[in-house]
């Protein structure tokens, strides 16, 4: 795989079961890059190695005049030192092509878990965490991925040498061959305690990232309620703890380094005390002491792997296990469930039963079930949506108003429409439907196509306003027509102020639309919904932070572009229930009423309380005139 390729076509299933199964994982998936970059490490610290022998052979002719011997000798040192230069050019080219390409696999599969779990990814891991996965650990990860095949050669030449000094001269060969492993294995007891400040330096980085990240996306309502100062506060105590936690680390590094240089100056005194007696015994030359001296001072090179490699390995290894933690995550499971095998008690209200899915509710609608073509060719669905775990039918082509009791469920709900719950209990419960076809027997694009869900807090990414609306669609809903539908006629005309050519689809968006007000975020992403056109339409309270004049506009906005189109608002507001074609009330995860709204806010005295935020007390005293109208009615037709 070259840089060039990426990004990966494929990057495959990765194996999120632990850290150190996931580093596996990246490097069987990277096996020939790894053996390209060992064996130009090879080259490379091969023709280092072989410098002490030739330099050894030099003085030898030196000492015996031999001027063939001497001028060979240079040759050939003159050789590797060419074949050093393309060693480790070549070995520095593959092994950052190593890292780059470990670094794009890991955010390729970040990037498709994000996109497979949605919003829920962030109910599950906190989102400055997901933003130090794909930046700080990914770039550790790919650390220890490149450093592994230099590692790799530079231990294969660490043995090489010892067995190749023992064989030369067996009396100093032997010290060097004892002596190298201790000082490869000289800094494993402080490995563990290293890796744990490592740990805990990445844990406070990631809460200081975090808190970052929360303290910025709320900078606005901050100044608002004065309480900048105080969250800032917090980040620099926060900053503290990482710098704290940060020197702690790094002592305990330089206290590993400098064992691996006192180690070989020791193994290195012993060599040569030991050498220079040898030698004025007579039992070894000049050169051989010079070359088994050089040797060991070369030796050093390669050591100096050992210690990076232990030094990725504890970095990496904690920021893969957090990749695998997210790797990991999975949508809640939801086996479908057969028509024939409807559960007692959740046919819809308002359909036949026996029919759920495709019946005829009150209001006279059929559904139809007929797969149409989505935009990529391929079939989507159609017909109603149900959802039986509550009993809700969304009639096929008519705006359906959801009210529920309980804000959270309204937010669970529109998560198990739109095919992808990720709350706790959803496990087990039965897919929702969309014609005759649970969205759990869908590919998750194929079903995302089919059903479309806005939630409450809709994101606006950073980037034109052109950019914003050009998204997956039908073609059928033009952007002006979709942002005429959500009225933002007051967006365009200030984003045409900000323009150079006051063109406002060419005006600049902040991330998450921070320059724009809450009314206006929310209007341009009820725009990009519409623009998709999707089959099915899923609305969680998209006009909550417009007025009432607006949010009537919007309403019928909405009605009028998705005419015989399904579209289903979770919503309480007035407005919006008056101007849907069938509204469903949901009390304690059931259906228990569906009608107008005129009509449920007469008969339906929960829906009542919900919708026009009564309290106990007003209830109670409304049931009591009810009722006393009820009486004196009564009385009156018995006098008569």
């Known amino acids: 795989m070259q840089i060039r390729d990426l990004p990966f076509p494929d990057p495959g299933v990765p194996d999120a079961r632990s850290g150190p199964r996931f580093l596996l994982w990246l490097g069987r998936n990277q096996l020939g890059g790894q053996l390209k970059s060992l064996a130009w490490g090879l080259l490379h610290f091969g023709a280092i190695a072989g410098l002490p022998y030739m330099v050894g052979?030099?003085?030898?002719?030196?000492?015996?005049?031999?001027?063939?011997?001497?001028?060979?000798?240079?040759?050939?040192?003159?050789?590797?030192?060419?074949?050093?230069?393309?060693?480790?050019t070549m070995l520095h080219?593959?092994?950052?092509?190593?890292?780059?390409?470990?670094?794009?696999?890991?955010?390729?599969?970040?990037?498709?878990?994000?996109?497979?779990?949605?919003?829920?990814?962030?109910?599950?891991?906190?989102?400055?965490e997901v933003v130090a996965v794909s930046t700080g650990d990914v770039e550790k990860i790919g650390w220890f991925v490149e450093a592994l095949s230099r590692f790799a050669a530079a231990a294969l030449t660490v043995v090489l040498v010892c067995v190749g000094l023992v064989v030369y001269q067996p009396a100093l060969g032997v010290i060097v061959a004892v002596g190298i492993p201790v000082l490869a294995l000289a800094v494993l007891p402080l490995l563990p305690r290293a890796t744990r400040?490592?740990?805990?330096?990445?844990?406070?980085?990631?809460?200081?990232?975090?808190?970052?990240?929360?303290?910025v996306a709320g900078l606005r309502v901050l100044r608002g309620i004065g309480g900048e100062e105080l969250f800032l506060d917090r980040y620099r105590s926060a900053s503290q703890e990482v710098r704290t936690a940060a020197v702690r680390s790094a002592r305990m590094w330089a206290v590993i380094s400098a064992i691996q240089v006192l180690m070989p100056g020791l193994l290195l005194i012993a060599v040569v005390w030991q050498g220079v007696h040898l030698a004025r015994e007579g039992r070894i030359t000049v050169g051989e002491l010079v070359t088994v001296y050089s040797a060991i001072m070369i030796l050093n090179y390669p050591l100096r792997h050992f210690e990076e490699i232990a030094m990725a390995y504890s970095f990496s290894r904690p920021s893969a296990k957090r990749a695998a933690r997210v790797l990991s995550l999975q949508r809640t499971a939801e086996p479908a469930v057969s028509r024939d095998a409807e559960p007692s008690g959740l046919t819809p209200v308002g359909a036949e039963p026996g029919n759920a899915g495709a019946g005829r509710d009150r209001f006279g609608a059929t559904g139809s079930?007929?797969?149409?073509?989505?935009?990529?060719?391929?079939?989507?669905?159609?017909g109603d949506l149900y959802d039986p775990a509550t009993g809700l039918l969304a009639p096929a082509g008519r705006l359906t108003a959801v009210v529920c009791g309980d804000p959270d469920e309204a937010g669970r709900l529109a998560e198990r429409l739109g095919g992808h719950?990720?709350?706790?209990?959803?496990?087990?419960?039965?897919?929702?439907?969309?014609?005759?076809?649970?969205?759990?027997?869908?590919?998750?694009?194929?079903?995302?196509?089919?059903?479309?869900?806005?939630?409450?807090?809709?994101?606006?990414?950073?980037?034109?306003?052109?950019?914003?609306?050009?998204?997956?669609?039908?073609g059928a809903v033009s952007p002006e027509e979709a942002l005429d539908a959500a009225q933002c006629s007051d967006v365009l005309d200030a984003l045409a102020q900000a323009s150079l050519d006051d063109d406002p689809m060419a005006a600049h968006l902040t991330e998450?639309?921070?320059?724009?007000?809450?009314?206006?975020?929310?209007?341009?992403?009820?725009?990009?919904?519409?623009?998709?056109?999707?089959?099915?339409?899923v609305l969680d309270e998209p006009t909550s932070a417009v007025d009432s004049h607006t949010e009537a506009r919007v309403a019928d906005g909405i009605r009028h572009l998705r005419g015989g189109r399904t579209t289903v608002v979770l919503t309480s507001s007035p407005l919006l229930l008056d101007r849907a074609e069938r509204v469903v009330f949901l009390a304690?995860?059931?259906?228990?009423?569906?009608?107008?709204?005129?009509?449920?806010?007469?008969?339906?005295?929960?829906?009542?309380?919900?919708v026009t935020r009564e309290t106990d007390a007003e209830r109670v005293a409304a049931d009591a005139r009810a009722d006393t109208h009820t009486l004196t009615d009564f009385d009156i037709e018995e006098t008569a």
């Open 93 to 128: 080219r593959t092994a950052v092509t190593n890292w780059i390409t470990a670094a794009a696999r890991v955010q390729q599969l970040l990037a498709r878990k994000t996109a497979a779990l949605g919003s829920a990814l962030t109910r599950r891991v906190a989102a400055g």
């Open 197 to 215: 400040r490592a740990d805990f330096q990445r844990e406070k980085a990631g809460r200081a990232t975090e808190l970052a990240s929360d303290t």
């Open 421 to 474: 719950p990720a709350f706790d209990g959803a496990a087990g419960l039965p897919s929702v439907r969309l014609g005759d076809v649970p969205l759990d027997d869908l590919p998750l694009a194929a079903a995302r196509t089919a059903v479309l869900v806005q939630d409450k807090d809709p994101i606006l990414l950073s980037g034109t306003l052109r950019d914003l609306l050009d998204v997956p669609a039908s």
């Open 369 to 382: 079930t007929e797969a149409q073509p989505s935009s990529d060719g391929s079939l989507t669905p159609t």
């Open 57 to 88: 052979v030099a003085v030898e002719a030196v000492l015996d005049r031999s001027g063939g011997r001497l001028a060979v000798s240079g040759a050939l040192i003159g050789l590797l030192g060419i074949a050093i230069a393309v060693g480790d």
């Open 512 to 537: 998450r639309g921070r320059s724009l007000s809450g009314g206006q975020r929310q209007r341009l992403a009820l725009a990009r919904s519409l623009v998709t056109d999707p089959e099915a339409l």
């Open 588 to 610: 304690d995860g059931e259906v228990t009423a569906v009608g107008a709204h005129r009509e449920l806010v007469h008969t339906e005295p929960r829906y009542r309380a919900v």
